[in-house]
């Protein structure tokens, strides 16, 4: 492997390319646009512009990533996590190419991508999933009957969901009805995306970072803790898991080592479970690539675990893990605002300050005026911090959290503070005081402050941001040659030179250059209740609708979930009426106070908000329903 091009952005592109430079392997990067000013983009040794601004066109397009590899003669694609990372379809491109693929083979991700097929998989391993039925239901009485026997509450989860998408819990025979009927009808009949598990009331999360070559070795790296989530997405890590039995520990591997070796899986991977307080270990789901907590398992054993994906990639020998050393936590860094339910927000990073010293690592994607656009991914980095016990490592969060400063979007770092102040989280977790549902039940529970959904900087103080003159003796042009990039270096007094024969003077560095304005997120009233009309409270795409004209709703009845920033929210309704047009339907991108919905509101709520002299509350909220364990 002599040129690695890195199939994605942000800070797991910048990772890759570390590593890669040591082994002495050059590196492409690819990037879009709003990227082009990006440190990974700076940082690989060529890197090429997708042109476009979305994701298809740009870091899902595998036709033009491949492309890219052919000009720039790179010989293996690392895809990083999340975009086409698990598509066997890009995974089979990349080798019909005559390119080394870094990951497992194309049908492993076949057997594991499908949540269905997962399950079945699992069972022939001899791993137990969840209970539920493993095959499409499109039968109300089937799912009736299957919620009677094992009582309710019963998860019903899309077969291609992830990260927390796709899941519904359904607390009775009327709430499952509603569902049959609202996705055997109001979505063209996609029924048969969907399968049944029952709903584990409490449980942790917990996960194996394993690795297996080709000549058949396996190890698990560390085990690792994920139950700190919001909205079934993972905000903390730690490792190795805590509080585990060595017979818990013992079950782990067994299933992972099972798990690997029924697929033939040459590769990293993590192997994820639900472990309940009657230390049942149930199988949810294999990610077949490299994940954004792997880091918290490279500080407890010592190994970096891109080398190993590379080595394994070319056919050499793992590395057989060494027992942990220590603990590690991983925050990740967001553009979320814990005072709106953690919401997403964007705009410009005014300022950035990282926290230093023994046991910090940052593993950041973006730098001061970088534009967090709501366009991509929230996150914008990890925080990682690593001691010599479980206690050690908390203080050492504390410390980190209070040297760091992050100024222009807003971070999840005050939710931090509170987490990892909190008994619950510091305490014996054998109680199972912190399961999945342990910090929304806990911090996000509460009314927003405000409708916005993230608090980003104006568009004028972006702009402004450029009156300050550059204080460096050199400047830095970027420039595109058939859309590769090339950095060109002037010094300062040959730009006084041309800024004396041009315009008499020197152009100001502009902040957002190659950016442009729509990259700026614009501040807004986020989600009203309007003239009837319910509005989004961000730029989102409609993933479901869920009621019809003429449906009669309660306040607090779900009525449009929002994919933003690959962050689901949920939008109910403000007061009881009767459903008078939808404006919206799946896969509609909508800007921050368009039209959802139309309500005719009831008499009666009109009369209650008259006696209460306010307007009719706010239509959004950030949180399913379905929080309660």
């Not at 990682?384 to 040297?403: K, N, Y």
């Not at 509170?418 to 399961?435: C, E, I, N």
Request: glycine residues 10%; negative net charge.
């Amino acid at each position: 492997m002599k040129k690695l091009l890195i199939a994605n952005r942000g800070e797991i592109a910048l990772r890759v390319i570390r590593t890669a430079r040591e082994m002495g392997i050059a590196t492409v990067a690819v990037y879009s646009e709003s990227d082009r000013d990006s440190p990974f983009a700076q940082a690989a040794d060529e890197a090429y512009r997708l042109p476009g601004d979305t994701y298809a066109e740009t870091y899902l397009n595998g036709d033009l990533i491949i492309d890219v590899a052919r000009r720039a003669k790179a010989d293996a694609i690392h895809p990083g996590y999340g975009f086409l990372s698990e598509v066997p379809q890009f995974a089979q491109a990349v080798l019909d190419a005559g390119l080394t693929w870094v990951g497992p083979r194309p049908g492993v991700l076949v057997d594991l991508g499908d949540k269905i097929t997962a399950r079945r998989f699992a069972e022939r391993a001899d791993v137990p999933p969840v209970p539920g039925i493993s095959e499409p239901v499109t039968e109300i009485g089937t799912l009736l009957r299957f919620a009677h026997d094992y009582g309710y509450p019963v998860m019903l989860k899309r077969t291609d969901g992830g990260g927390g998408h796709g899941i519904t819990v359904v607390r009775d025979d009327d709430a499952m009805r509603s569902f049959f009927m609202s996705h055997d009808a109001l979505e063209g009949g996609d029924l048969d995306k969907y399968f049944v598990e029952k709903f584990v009331s409490q449980s942790r999360h917990v996960e194996t970072q394993c690795g297996r070559d080709s000549h058949g070795n396996f190890t698990v790296y560390s085990t690792r803790d994920c139950s700190v989530q919001r909205r079934n997405q993972k905000l903390i890590e730690e490792a190795p898991a805590p509080f585990l039995t060595d017979k818990e520990n013992a079950r782990l591997t067994t299933y992972s080592r099972r798990l690997f070796e029924a697929a033939n899986y040459v590769g990293l991977g993590t192997c994820e479970f639900m472990l309940t307080p009657t230390a049942d270990i149930y199988f949810l789901e294999v990610n077949p690539r490299l994940q954004v907590e792997h880091t918290v398992s490279e500080e407890v054993c010592g190994i970096d675990l891109v080398r190993e994906q590379l080595a394994i990639a070319q056919g050499g020998v793992l590395t057989q893990a060494p027992e942990p050393r220590g603990h590690s936590f991983e925050l990740r860094i967001t553009s979320e605002n814990p005072e709106t339910n953690l919401a997403p927000g964007s705009g410009t990073i005014e300022s950035i300050h990282f926290p230093s010293g023994p046991g910090i690592r940052v593993d950041f994607g973006v730098t001061q005026g970088s534009v967090i656009s709501p366009k991509f991914d929230s996150m914008m980095g990890k925080i990682i911090v690593t001691a010599q016990d479980r206690p050690a490592a908390i203080a050492r969060v504390l410390r980190a959290l209070g040297e760091f400063r992050l100024d222009g979007v807003p971070t999840p770092c005050p939710l931090f503070d509170k987490v990892f102040r909190d008994p619950d989280f510091v305490g014996d977790g054998r109680d199972f005081s912190v399961t999945t549902k342990w910090l929304e039940r806990k911090y996000l529970t509460k009314e927003p402050v405000s409708s916005k959904a993230g608090q980003p900087a104006s568009l004028s103080a972006a702009i402004n941001a450029g009156d300050a003159e550059p204080r460096r003796s050199r400047e830095s042009f970027v420039f595109e040659v058939n859309d590769k990039r090339v950095q060109v270096t002037i010094p300062d007094e040959f730009i006084g030179v041309l800024g004396a024969r041009g315009h008499g003077g020197r152009s100001r560095v502009q902040p957002l250059r190659g950016a442009g304005t729509q990259a700026v997120a614009r501040q807004h009233d986020g989600a009203g209740f309007r003239d009837g009309n319910i509005c989004s409270p961000m730029q989102a795409v409609v993933t479901r609708v869920n009621v019809a004209v003429g449906t009669h709703v309660d306040k607090g009845d779900l009525l449009v979930v929002l994919e933003s920033m690959k962050m689901e929210n949920y939008v109910y309704a403000p007061t009881a009426g009767t459903v008078t047009d939808i404006v919206v339907g799946p896969a509609d991108g909508v800007e921050a106070g368009d039209p959802l919905v139309s309500i005719d509101v009831d008499a009666a709520s009109r009369r209650g908000a008259a006696a209460q002299g306010s307007p009719v509350g706010s239509a959004a909220g950030h949180q399913g329903r379905e929080d309660s364990e």
